[in-house]
């Protein structure tokens, strides 16, 4: 069964880290680019990241200079790093293997991971 598993995510404080996985069973996520999104309540789905299947990443404007994002070849994962936590970075946070890291489209989706950073 090919599927998604997002992990890592819990409540923190401002200014505190965090970093989810993205893990796959099934298949290598070797070959695809994989992005991470995220919903905030009553708010629509945005993109956080994405990296390609030859390494090169973007990140969402409000990313920049807080997240990053890798793969594990030897896990099998993609990570999101997150520095300097914010309030508004509240939300579930969704991994998903995208068709191009120049389209939000995506192919498959985990089941989220909520992050919660309140004081």
């Known amino acids: 069964q090919v599927r998604l598993v997002e992990s890592g995510g819990g409540l923190v404080q401002p200014g505190e880290s965090l970093t989810l996985s993205c893990a796959a069973s099934?298949?290598?996520?070797?070959?695809?680019?994989i992005g991470w999104f995220r919903q905030a309540p009553g708010k629509g789905r945005e993109s956080v990241s994405c990296i390609s299947s030859n390494g090169n990443t973007n990140y969402a404007h409000f990313a920049w200079g807080r997240f990053s994002t890798s793969r594990d070849k030897a896990k099998n994962t993609v990570e999101l790093f997150m520095n300097g936590l914010k309030p508004e970075d509240t939300a579930v946070y969704y991994c998903?293997?995208?068709?191009?890291?120049?389209?939000?489209?995506?192919?498959?989706w985990g089941q989220g991971t909520q992050v919660t950073v309140s004081s």
């Open positions: 099934g298949f290598s996520l070797d070959y695809y680019p």
């Open positions: 998903a293997i995208q068709y191009n890291c120049g389209s939000d489209d995506a192919s498959q």
